[in-house]
């Protein structure tokens, strides 16, 4: 369930940074690992929901506004930094139940297509957690641009995508409600 979570904060960062294909052009963004995450939502035994977040993952996509489109993003969640601020938990979600964190020690989302329109875009591309490669499509759309107060300039994105922990091979018995959970991406990108 938390590897899903992760593998959408990968196609989360590919959502906020439109990387263009035309790379003569596009500027290059790094992800602010500080200001990067990604938060799951789920629903527990029906009777609760149970949040938390990945707290590190690394990445990049560039982004040119002639032709946002074109654009490319690839994200990586580090899966132990899972973080549901109850450590038992925690060591559960990282164990063989959920995320089996060392044999998958990384999450992976890589974009194949974007399309965006009045700073919202739809991102399609593979998610890849618990050794399962899968096409994921989910919404995002750009907080802000602009230059920084150390003289950088920063792009920031929120996305959203609701996936099936099964199709990831994360099938633990959670109760009928808790199949299906939430991710929240929030991406922060300093231009190269």
Same mark, same amino acid.
């Given at each position: $369930?938390?590897?899903?979570?992760?593998?959408? =904060?990968?196609?989360?960062?590919? /959502?906020?940074?439109?990387?263009?294909?035309?790379?003569?052009?596009?500027?290059?963004?790094? &992800?602010?690992?500080?200001?990067?995450?990604?938060?799951?939502?789920?629903?527990? &035994?029906?009777?609760?929901? &149970?949040?938390?977040?990945?707290?590190? /993952?690394?990445?990049?996509?560039?982004? !040119? *506004? +002639? %032709?946002?489109?074109?654009?490319?993003?690839?994200?990586?969640?580090?899966?132990?930094? #899972?973080?549901?601020? @109850?450590?038992?938990?925690? +060591?559960?979600?990282?164990?063989?139940?959920?995320?089996?964190?060392?044999?998958? *020690? +990384? =999450?992976?989302?890589?974009?194949?297509?974007? @399309?965006?329109?009045?700073? +919202?875009?739809?991102?399609?591309?593979? &998610?890849?957690?618990?050794?399962?490669?899968? *096409?994921?499509?989910?919404?995002?759309?750009?907080?802000?641009?602009?230059?920084?107060?150390?003289?950088?300039?920063?792009?920031?994105?929120?996305?959203?995508?609701? #996936?099936?922990?099964? !199709?990831?091979?994360?099938?633990?018995? /959670?109760?009928?409600?808790?199949?299906? $959970?939430?991710?929240?991406?929030?991406?922060?990108?300093?231009? %190269?």
């Amino acid at each position: $369930m938390k590897h899903t979570f992760i593998a959408f =904060a990968a196609s989360a960062a590919l /959502l906020l940074g439109t990387a263009n294909i035309n790379r003569a052009h596009a500027a290059q963004y790094t &992800l602010d690992p500080t200001h990067s995450f990604v938060q799951f939502s789920i629903a527990h &035994l029906g009777y609760s929901l &149970l949040q938390g977040r990945f707290n590190t /993952l690394s990445g990049s996509f560039s982004y !040119d *506004p +002639k %032709q946002p489109n074109a654009a490319r993003i690839a994200v990586e969640v580090e899966t132990a930094s #899972i973080d549901s601020n @109850h450590a038992e938990r925690d +060591k559960h979600l990282r164990g063989a139940d959920f995320l089996d964190v060392e044999n998958y *020690p +990384k =999450a992976r989302f890589v974009s194949s297509a974007i @399309h965006e329109a009045n700073g +919202k875009a739809t991102v399609r591309g593979d &998610l890849t957690l618990h050794g399962v490669t899968r *096409p994921v499509r989910f919404e995002a759309e750009l907080i802000g641009a602009g230059k920084d107060p150390w003289g950088g300039y920063r792009r920031g994105y929120k996305g959203s995508l609701t #996936i099936k922990r099964a !199709d990831f091979g994360v099938s633990y018995n /959670l109760g009928p409600a808790a199949e299906t $959970m939430r991710l929240d991406l929030f991406i922060e990108g300093i231009r %190269q």
